[in-house]
């Protein structure tokens, strides 16, 4: 047991301190150790660029200022990214797409021709799709349409994916007008005219959307819309099929070549739209602009065929390329083609159930 002096010999040599410097002491220890560990596990909404930091100071105040995540934009940004992400592809895609329609149509073809169209839509979905990876570069409601059936992309996703598609498109046709304003004044004959294919020779109004050619019959313009399709999304799988030869981190170039091998070889009698945003959009655009109701009505009112057609055909190029060729996770790979989940006394019964080879190799091992 200790003795009095030498309780008196410990007490002197350790003071002690006031309670308000132990709790300051403490306090700065906890954001010390929270600063680190926010350091260490960055929310979803934090930054992989450069950070900001404009603190002249060290360690806590400095570990602090070095995240972004709590900023408003990043967080803003990371709730509407895919929207955003399919706007900008859209956007980029009629920027050139457009774009070169523009400056063959109104240079009297003085400053490209036809393939120079095939070449600067390719162009365009193949920057397109590198610029909104980020959403998986659909840039087209019909093969959005084609992923929820086929590779199970969220329905809920679909409308968002088809609405910043649209709008992308719309915004980008009035980029292309308003830049090529002066030249179509001179081309149609005045800054307050401006006419449709079919009502003039000096038509300037496809160069934001499709026209049929004359001698096209309602079923024609539908055919030749849904066979290009078709090809688009068949070849689109090809492409995304690693168990295929598959394009892997070239499937943007190979999306280049399927557009322009569709320009060239199918795109002389309806323009080959094969995409509601890119032609909706720009034609609502030019409707805007005063063009009229001739944008509507042209073609025997063709306009609703880009709308209607390119599902059809990218749902039918889907379902041919896993039947024939997929074998990977896909409706068509379950019973009945998959019809099973519409007839009421199947659903349940096959709900759950696996046909992928290695389970089922599982299954009979196991018993």
Same mark, same amino acid.
């Given at each position: 047991?200790?003795?009095?002096?030498?309780?008196?010999?410990?007490?002197?040599?350790?003071?002690? *301190?006031?309670?308000?410097?132990?709790?300051?002491? *403490?306090?700065?220890?906890?954001?010390?150790?929270?600063?680190? &560990?926010?350091?260490?596990?960055?929310?979803?909404?934090?930054?992989?660029?450069?950070?900001?930091?404009?603190?002249?100071?060290?360690?806590?105040?400095?570990?602090?200022?070095?995240?972004?995540?709590?900023?408003?934009?990043?967080?803003?940004?990371?709730?509407?990214?895919?929207?955003?992400? &399919? !706007?900008?592809?859209?956007?980029?895609?009629?920027?050139?797409?457009?774009?070169?329609?523009?400056?063959?149509? *109104?240079?009297?073809?003085?400053?490209?021709?036809?393939?120079?169209?095939?070449?600067?839509?390719?162009?365009?979905?193949?920057?397109?799709?590198?610029?909104?990876?980020?959403?998986?570069?659909?840039?087209?409601?019909?093969?959005?349409?084609?992923? @929820?059936?086929?590779?199970?992309?969220?329905?809920?996703?679909?409308? /968002?994916?088809?609405?910043?598609?649209?709008?992308?498109?719309? @915004?980008?046709?009035?980029?292309?007008?308003?830049?090529?304003?002066?030249?179509?004044?001179?081309?149609?004959?005045?800054?307050?005219?401006?006419?449709?294919?079919?009502?003039?020779?000096?038509?300037?109004?496809? /160069?934001? @959307?499709?026209?049929?050619?004359?001698?096209?019959?309602?079923?024609?313009?539908?055919?030749?819309?849904?066979?290009?399709?078709?090809?688009?999304?068949? @070849?689109?799988?090809?492409?995304?099929?690693?168990?295929?030869?598959?394009?892997?981190?070239?499937?943007?170039?190979? *999306?280049?070549?399927?557009?322009?091998?569709?320009?060239?070889?199918?795109?002389?009698?309806?323009?080959?739209?094969?995409?509601?945003?890119?032609? !909706?959009?720009?034609?609502?655009?030019?409707?805007?602009?005063?063009?009229?109701?001739?944008?509507?009505?042209?073609?025997?009112?063709?306009?609703?065929?880009?709308?209607?057609?390119? !599902?059809?055909?990218?749902?039918?190029?889907?379902?041919?390329?896993?039947?024939?060729? !997929?074998?990977?996770?896909?409706?068509?790979?379950?019973?009945?083609?998959?019809?099973?989940?519409?007839?009421?006394?199947?659903?349940?019964?096959?709900?759950?159930?696996?046909?992928? &080879?290695?389970?089922?190799?599982? &299954?009979?091992?196991?018993?």
């Amino acid at each position: 047991m200790d003795s009095p002096r030498e309780d008196m010999i410990k007490s002197a040599s350790v003071p002690t *301190l006031p309670s308000h410097i132990i709790t300051s002491h *403490l306090e700065h220890k906890r954001a010390e150790s929270d600063s680190t &560990e926010a350091t260490s596990k960055p929310s979803p909404f934090a930054e992989t660029g450069p950070t900001i930091n404009r603190s002249k100071t060290k360690d806590v105040i400095a570990k602090k200022k070095a995240l972004n995540s709590g900023l408003r934009w990043p967080r803003i940004r990371r709730t509407f990214r895919e929207a955003l992400s &399919e !706007f900008m592809g859209t956007f980029i895609l009629i920027m050139f797409g457009d774009g070169v329609v523009a400056q063959v149509v *109104l240079s009297g073809g003085k400053n490209g021709a036809y393939q120079s169209i095939s070449w600067g839509w390719g162009i365009g979905v193949m920057l397109g799709v590198y610029a909104s990876g980020i959403s998986g570069a659909h840039i087209n409601p019909a093969v959005t349409f084609a992923n @929820c059936l086929f590779r199970k992309f969220p329905w809920k996703k679909f409308p /968002i994916y088809a609405s910043a598609q649209v709008l992308g498109a719309f @915004c980008a046709s009035g980029v292309v007008y308003a830049n090529y304003k002066s030249a179509i004044d001179v081309y149609e004959g005045g800054p307050n005219i401006r006419t449709v294919p079919g009502f003039s020779k000096t038509a300037s109004a496809g /160069i934001f @959307c499709t026209y049929p050619a004359a001698f096209m019959t309602k079923t024609g313009q539908f055919f030749s819309e849904f066979i290009a399709s078709t090809l688009l999304m068949f @070849c689109i799988y090809a492409l995304k099929d690693d168990n295929n030869i598959g394009a892997g981190a070239l499937t943007p170039l190979g *999306l280049f070549f399927i557009i322009f091998g569709i320009g060239a070889c199918f795109g002389w009698e309806t323009g080959y739209a094969i995409n509601l945003a890119r032609d !909706f959009g720009p034609r609502l655009m030019s409707y805007f602009l005063g063009y009229g109701h001739e944008v509507w009505s042209a073609g025997n009112y063709y306009f609703w065929v880009p709308m209607i057609s390119p !599902f059809f055909g990218c749902a039918f190029g889907g379902f041919l390329y896993d039947l024939l060729l !997929f074998t990977g996770e896909s409706p068509i790979n379950t019973p009945y083609l998959g019809l099973y989940r519409f007839i009421p006394g199947m659903r349940h019964a096959y709900d759950g159930m696996s046909w992928r &080879e290695e389970d089922m190799k599982e &299954e009979d091992s196991a018993v």
